[in-house]
């Protein structure tokens, strides 16, 4: 996710997650240098039953919506499509950050949204060898949903942010345990480095956040040290007021709680309501938010030099994996308790 000056960020409606604009320099996505993960014994504890399912897969249904001119939700997704994994270990979602147009921060020969995605394969293989059951919000370079209402994902930010709330809907609707979301960090000052786990002291599982993201901070530093790897430990950030705009806070969309934008908001600050996602005579979009505990984890920076060769390296990359897995295992372990 690129932070601050790297890019211009837009704090539009309810989005607070990536931006657009030029970061230096920009590779193409061909250039991205990741190899398939290999296997490893992981010797993590044995997966809770959290959420037990002896039955074969089954399709989610989508939630439903009220419709109102006051207050109308994002227009939730057709998820008919997705396939709840079938056994009786814990289910997580893990979210690899952007997607499709949005690339997320790019230097040094990474791009962000390619090496949030092969993560997200690493971390999946490592929680499936250890009888977790996982879900991954994207599975390609594209967006986490494509060409919902047939005109395709808008690009840039949108009040309803259909992509976003796509990760969050997929989420509930599969009744999964907690959600993580995979970034990567960039600055336009190359000195900023390290690992950092975002989570939301806003929501009614608040605590379980915070014990969530300081199990998979202090779990990756660890299996970075041990790995031979030594890199800042920047701990665990509440994103509650991440940004602040005219006096209003701010937090990740995938991570805060539900939030109202109105038409007159959006008209107030010069922008379009139509190309914001409102529908005529609509005079209000809630977003939804996560159900389950869940963090956003940026793993090191790809502005700093030293940090993306670590982001290009194969065995530092297993045990940046191997540190959010365990990190989630015990925070699982524990609360089954």
Not at 77 to 102: C, F, K, M, N, T
Not at 182 to 190: C, E, I, K, V
Not at 215 to 228: D, F, H, L, T, W
Not at 306 to 315: N, Y
Request: charged share 20%; aromatic share 6%; hydrophobic share 45%.
């Amino acid at each position: 996710m690129s932070r601050r000056a790297l890019w211009p960020l837009l704090a539009v409606g309810v989005l607070l997650i990536a931006g657009s604009g030029d970061p230096a320099p920009r590779p193409s996505a061909s250039a991205s240098p990741f190899s398939p993960a290999s296997a490893v014994d992981s010797a993590l504890p044995a997966p809770p039953s959290l959420t037990p399912s002896a039955t074969p897969a089954v399709a989610i249904v989508p939630p439903t919506t009220p419709t109102t001119s006051v207050a109308t939700f994002a227009a939730p997704l057709d998820l008919s499509r997705v396939l709840v994994p079938p056994g009786d270990g814990a289910l997580v979602v893990i979210d690899p950050g952007h997607g499709g147009d949005e690339i997320g921060a790019a230097a040094y020969g990474i791009v962000e949204k390619d090496s949030n995605l092969e993560m997200g394969r690493r971390v999946e293989r490592l929680l499936t060898q250890a009888g977790y059951r996982v879900l991954l919000t994207r599975h390609d370079a594209g967006r986490a949903v494509g060409g919902v209402d047939g005109a395709g994902q808008p690009r840039g930010f949108s009040a309803q942010r259909r992509d976003l709330q796509a990760r969050i809907d997929l989420a509930n609707a599969a009744g999964a345990s907690v959600f993580v979301s995979l970034h990567s960090n960039g600055l336009n000052d190359p000195s900023a480095n390290g690992v950092e786990t975002y989570y939301n002291a806003a929501r009614p599982f608040s605590a379980y956040n915070r014990l969530l993201a300081q199990s998979i901070q202090s779990n990756v530093i660890a299996e970075m040290a041990r790995a031979g790897y030594l890199v800042r430990d920047r701990g665990t950030l509440d994103d509650a007021c991440l940004r602040a705009f005219q006096g209003v806070c701010f937090p990740l969309f995938v991570l805060g709680p539900p939030r109202m934008t109105t038409r007159d908001e959006v008209l107030r600050r010069g922008g379009d309501p139509a190309a914001l996602g409102f529908a005529a005579g609509q005079d209000a979009i809630v977003s939804r938010a996560t159900q389950m505990p869940g963090v956003l984890a940026e793993l090191l920076f790809v502005s700093n030099p030293d940090d993306a060769r670590l982001l290009a390296d194969d065995s530092a990359r297993e045990a940046l994996a191997r540190g959010v897995v365990l990190g989630l295992s015990r925070f699982l372990a524990e609360q089954s308790r």
